[in-house]
């Protein structure tokens, strides 16, 4: 796997992804699908996040718009398992 900071600062110390040390990234991007195991990644909808706001921006540029009122919008990210995290080891015992 191509090594971010993170990856580089744990295998100069000796610790090993994800054996040691699981991490997972925000917004999927293609530098995140590296070729090898990759980086797990929390990911937005884009698509969906695109559709949404453009129908939102329609909306308001109609003449029949007449709220000012905050609109919210809730879209579900999803978790793209890749490399970068394992189960905890059964040593692990939570404090």
């Known amino acids: 796997m191509k090594r971010m ?4 600062c ?3 110390s000796g610790i090993a992804i994800p054996s040691d040390l699981s991490f997972v990234g925000f917004s ?15 990911a937005l909808p884009v698509r969906e996040l695109a559709m949404t706001a453009t129908d939102f921006l329609f909306r308001r540029a109609s003449p029949d718009w007449t709220t000012g009122r905050p609109c ?3 879209l ?20």
């Open 72 to 74: 919210r919008v809730t």
């Open 10 to 12: 744990a295998h100069e």
């Open 5 to 8: 900071p993170i990856g580089n």
């Open 28 to 42: 999927d991007s293609p530098t995140l699908r590296w070729g090898g195991d990759g980086l797990t990644t929390i």
């Open 76 to 95: 579900k990210p999803s978790l793209l398992q890749r490399g970068s995290t394992a189960a905890p080891c059964r040593a692990f015992e939570p404090a």
